[in-house]
C-alpha cells in the first residue's frame, strides 16, 4: 500500500470528527495532528488494552517529526490508535496487525469514518506469523510500534524477540522503534538490537531505539 504527494496532501487537509461512538468509556481521541480531537471507538474489551493517553502523548512527543513521511507497522494494534495518531501527525502509511477479529472490523470501521483508507491496512492475524511476510520496502524509514499484551513477555519471550531483530535488521537507516511493555520486561534483553532510551511511565515502560546506518545485510547498528 503507497501513499504518493496526493494522497498525503488530500490526508493533510482532511479533518474528520464522529467515529463510532460507543460511550465514554470506550472512546479514545487522537491527541495531535489533523485528526487531532477525533474520537476512535473500542470495544471496551480489556484485551485490545490501548495505550494511556498520557503516554501516547509522550511517545509521539518523543518521536517528533521523524513520524511523517514514514511508513508504520502496528504489531498488536489492538484499537489501532497508534497507527491513527502517526497518521495524523503525517504518516504517509500505516498497516495495523491484530489477531482479535471483533477489534480487527472495529479498526476498519474507525479507519472510514477517519478518512483514512487510503492510509491504513488492517491485517487480521498473528503478527508473529504475518509481519515477517508483510515487510514494507526500504525506500521511507519505517516507525514501528510494538505494545503486545504484557503477558507475551512472559509467555513468549523468544518469539517476541525474534519478531523484534528480524525487523531491526531489515529496517532502513533513521527507522524508530517503540516496545511497550509493563516492569516484568528487562529492556537489556533488547540490547543486541541497540541502544534504547527507556522511559518509565507507570505501569508501563517505553523503549526508543533509533536506526543507524545500513542494517539490511550486515551486523546491527547502533544508535
Not at 483508507?117 to 511476510?133: I, K, L, Q, T
Not at 509467555?155 to 529496517?171: W, Y
Request: charged fraction near 25%; glycine fraction near 8%; hydrophobic fraction near 40%.
Amino acid at each position: 500500500m503507497g501513499a504518493g504527494a496526493t494522497q498525503r496532501e488530500r490526508h493533510q487537509g482532511t479533518r474528520q470528527q464522529g467515529a463510532p461512538t460507543r460511550g465514554p468509556d470506550s472512546e479514545l481521541r487522537i491527541i495531535g495532528g489533523r485528526l487531532r480531537g477525533s474520537h476512535v471507538a473500542y470495544s471496551g474489551d480489556p484485551r485490545t488494552r490501548p495505550m494511556k493517553e498520557r503516554v501516547r502523548e509522550a511517545v509521539f512527543n518523543l518521536l517528533g517529526p521523524a513520524v511523517r513521511d514514514s511508513y508504520v507497522l502496528d504489531l498488536f494494534a489492538g484499537t489501532g490508535a497508534m497507527a491513527l495518531e502517526a497518521i495524523s501527525r503525517g504518516a504517509a502509511a500505516a498497516v495495523a496487525f491484530e489477531q482479535h477479529f471483533p477489534s480487527v472490523r472495529l479498526i476498519e470501521e474507525n479507519v472510514s469514518q477517519l478518512g483514512a483508507s487510503d492510509f491504513v491496512e488492517a491485517v487480521a492475524g498473528d503478527a508473529f506469523f504475518w509481519v515477517p511476510r508483510r515487510l514494507p520496502t526500504r525506500d521511507r524509514r519505517w516507525t514501528v510500534f510494538c505494545c503486545p499484551p504484557y503477558d507475551f513477555y512472559v509467555e513468549r519471550p523468544a518469539d517476541l524477540l525474534g519478531l523484534l531483530e528480524t525487523l531491526v535488521r531489515a529496517a532502513p537507516p533513521a527507522s524508530r522503534f517503540v516496545v511497550e511493555s509493563d516492569a516484568r520486561f528487562d529492556f537489556a534483553q533488547l540490547a543486541p538490537l541497540g541502544e534504547w532510551r527507556v522511559h518509565d511511565y507507570p505501569p508501563a515502560r517505553v523503549g526508543i531505539l533509533v536506526i543507524a546506518g545500513d542494517t539490511a545485510e550486515g551486523p546491527i547498528a547502533r544508535a
